[in-house]
């Protein structure tokens, strides 16, 4: 997929949105939701998404709605960082399929860095559901 079209409703986000597909669910409002990503790149890569924009990417995203994901995404940062303490933290966004997006709804990535800890895959292999839930619980400890 290129940087335009139109935003497909039967994406794995939208399916989340609307409770079709698990997750494990760190924090949400009326606006955001942060959740654990189901393909982990390292412990606690967690993901933010907007309820209300159905942007595809950055380039689509409404300002209004920006301001909230991006403190939203923060927000997580910290929370990630107090309970799984990293050497390090990773903020992505991927804009158009050779960016590297894979899924069509505007979303952010926190990905914790451990030293000497290579990353797994974009994409790659899909955790344990347990494992995701017991991390998410964690960091929702430390959501402030």
Known sequence: MSLTGDYDPNNVFAKIL??????ATIFEDDDVLAFMDAFPQSK?????ISKTS???NLLDMEPEVLIKVMAATQKLA???IAALNPDGVLI???NGAPAGQTVFHTHFHVI???EGAALARHGGGMADPGELSATAKEIAAKVV
């Not at 606690?44 to 933010?48: A, F, I, K, P, R």
């Open 44 to 48: 606690g890569h967690s993901l933010v």
């Open 54 to 56: 159905h942007a595809r």
């Open 18 to 23: 609307r409770g079709e597909i698990p997750c």
């Open 78 to 80: 910290r929370a990630v």
């Open 92 to 94: 992505s966004q991927f």
């Open 112 to 114: 914790p860095r451990y």
